[in-house]
Nanobody, 129 residues
Framework: QVQLVESGGGLVQTGGSLRLSCAAS????????MGWFRQGPGKEREFVAATTWSGMLSYTGYLADSVKGRFIIARSNAGNTVDLQMNSLKAGDTAVYYC???????????????????WGQGTQVTVSS
């Protein structure tokens, strides 16, 4: 089993920044995909960002179109943490943000939350105008 613990959520004004962190434990997650999803009020869980194993201790990062140019995803070299730097935050970014991980994710499946077997408890991000 893999346990995921998120931190870093909170309340921020429009245009501000927050950094979310997710730490994995329980198993070696070096070759796992790790990423972030979010779920706003009355909405389905949606993809935000992900990193997949590219081999040779490197990862490929992906971002949803809605956050490109504003968010950055960063994976540690050890592969057990993934951070999400969120800049230029908007009211529409308000949601509970979830960290997710799985060993079977591919470039074709990283956007689908149903493909991830491990989830954190979620952290609230609220952007006020």
């Amino acid at each position: 089993q893999v346990q995921l613990v998120e931190s870093g959520g909170g309340l921020v004004q429009t245009g501000g920044s927050l950094r979310l962190s997710c730490a994995a434990s329980g198993r070696t997650t070096t070759t796992y995909a790790m990423g972030w999803f979010r779920q706003g009020p009355g909405k389905e869980r949606e993809f935000v960002a992900a990193t997949t194993w590219s081999g040779m201790l490197s990862y490929t990062g992906y971002l949803a179109d809605s956050v490109k140019g504003r968010f950055i995803i960063a994976r540690s070299n050890a592969g057990n943490t993934v951070d999400l730097q969120m800049n230029s935050l908007k009211a529409g970014d308000t949601a509970v943000y979830y960290c997710a991980a799985d060993s079977r994710i591919t470039a074709a499946t990283f956007k689908d939350p149903a493909e991830y077997n491990y989830w954190g408890q979620g952290t609230q991000v609220t952007v006020s105008s």
